[in-house]
């Protein structure tokens, strides 16, 4: 076994623990699927822990058994994230509850899945397509999400459990991952097979193109007769004027629309943006960070631990985005960050096709300062997150280079 380094070691403990919401393979009875689910297994749980990072509505589960209470949910297995056959096809299954309840009056079938699919399934298809676009696998991606429904039956009101499930081809799923707008999205998902508690359901376009909550007909508690959590549900996103500290990321996507739309074109040559993930607003750690998708290709005889590649990258490419990038967001104050959420391939010369995921996640502050010459790179890696194959670590410079050398 390879010797780990000092910095290795000391880095690896700074790795915080990842919650277990992948299937082991050793579970999985069919062989084609149990040798996937070993091959991509570290895939999958990156998949898991963008999933974790973002802040939903209400609260989400990943479950192996759909139609639970909450209080059962959280002592309930969590593994769900599996490959899987459907039809036919080799797919990536994902399931969950999400806590959310709808109102029978306000909201019917196929608003309250589109809801769904709104608010917990195209990021869990955004954080699975952008871990899998360059593999060959699956076939397809299929979601399975319970939400519960309130509706009075015979003046008594009771509250049940409603599922819904939404089976996309992979070009499907990857052009609604990349769509512009919604009428593109919307488009693929026509292409999709639907169904909530077993009926053939049509994902058409909302008449809201925004396909916005009406935050009213939702009741952020368990279904009766269970009792809330402890924890407090987190409160619904609502829009507040342009300027403000809370816009919803859709309003902030349309209002750096036409700025981002720019920049791709005017800096793709230097960033090497990847054309299947489009610039995106996103959540992470209760903030709101501009994901920008980047290649970074280290060229030459490159070796050395994962957390020196990074390092490296970060030298080599990330840094040198910086400031270009914030000249096309000048204005930015409302929202907390960017992501540079950065593929580091090795070139040739390397000796090897091996990939790394990193995100490196700066806050807008920190970045204004090191493009104002205020602080080091390693200042303003010290001041952000990084993570490295989804688990966050830390990175030190100097210690990284000479290890290099």
């Known amino acids: ?27 999985i009875t069919d062989e084609s699927a149990r040798g996937l689910q070993q091959k991509y297994f570290f895939d999958l749980k990156i998949v898991a822990n963008n999933v974790n990072s973002h802040r939903f509505p209400y609260h989400f589960y990943f479950s192996r058994v759909l139609d639970l209470s909450e209080r059962q949910q959280q002592s309930n297995d969590q593994r769900s994230i599996q490959f899987d056959h459907f039809q036919g096809k080799l797919i990536l299954k994902v399931t969950g509850n999400y806590f959310a309840s709808y109102s029978a009056e306000s909201m019917d079938r196929e608003q309250r899945a589109r809801q ?3 608010d917990v399934m195209m990021p869990i298809l955004r954080a699975a397509v952008m871990q899998f676009h360059e593999a060959d696998v699956p076939d397809a991606y299929a979601l399975e999400v319970s939400h519960h429904v309130r509706k009075s039956v015979l003046g008594v009101l009771t509250e049940g459990a409603e599922n819904v499930v939404l089976v996309l081809p992979r070009q499907s799923a990857n052009d609604v991952v990349a769509a ?18 077993g009926k053939p359901l049509t994902f058409w376009p909302a008449e809201d193109p925004g396909v916005a909550t009406n935050h009213e007909s939702l009741v952020a508690v368990p279904p009766q007769p269970i009792p809330p959590p402890s924890v407090p549900s987190p409160p619904p996103v609502r829009d507040v004027p342009l300027g403000g500290g809370n816009l919803t990321l859709e309003k902030l996507q349309e ?9 791709v074109r005017e800096l793709d040559a230097q960033a090497h943006f990847v054309t299947y993930a489009a610039p995106a607003f996103i959540e992470f750690h209760r903030g709101r960070y ?12 490159w070796g050395g631990s994962q957390y020196q590649l990074a390092a490296l990258a970060f030298d080599e490419h990330i840094a040198h985005l910086i400031r270009p990038v914030l000249s096309y967001i000048k ?21 090897s096709e ?3 995921a990193v995100e490196y996640l700066f806050p807008l502050n920190e970045l204004i300062s090191y493009e104002g010459y205020d602080c080091t790179g390693q200042q303003l890696l010290d001041g952000s997150f990084i993570l490295i194959n989804g ?6 410079l100097q210690a990284a280079e000479s290890k290099l050398q």
């Open 391 to 396: 688990e966050r670590v830390g990175l030190n």
């Open 116 to 118: 769904t699919f709104s």
């Open 354 to 356: 091996s990939k790394l």
């Open 180 to 197: 512009g707008d919604v009428a593109h999205q919307n488009a693929a998902l026509l292409k999709a097979a639907a169904f909530v508690d």
């Open 255 to 263: 209002h750096y629309r036409h700025d981002l739309d720019r920049m």
């Open 331 to 351: 204005n930015g104050r409302d929202f907390d960050g960017v992501d540079f959420s950065a593929t580091i391939r090795l070139g040739a010369g390397s000796g």
């Open 290 to 301: 501009l994901q920008l998708s980047v290649v970074a290709t280290l060229l030459g005889q």
């Open 1 to 27: 076994m390879r010797a780990i380094n000092l910095l290795a070691l000391t880095l690896c403990l700074q790795i915080g623990p990842l919650r277990s919401q992948v299937l082991a393979p050793a579970e």
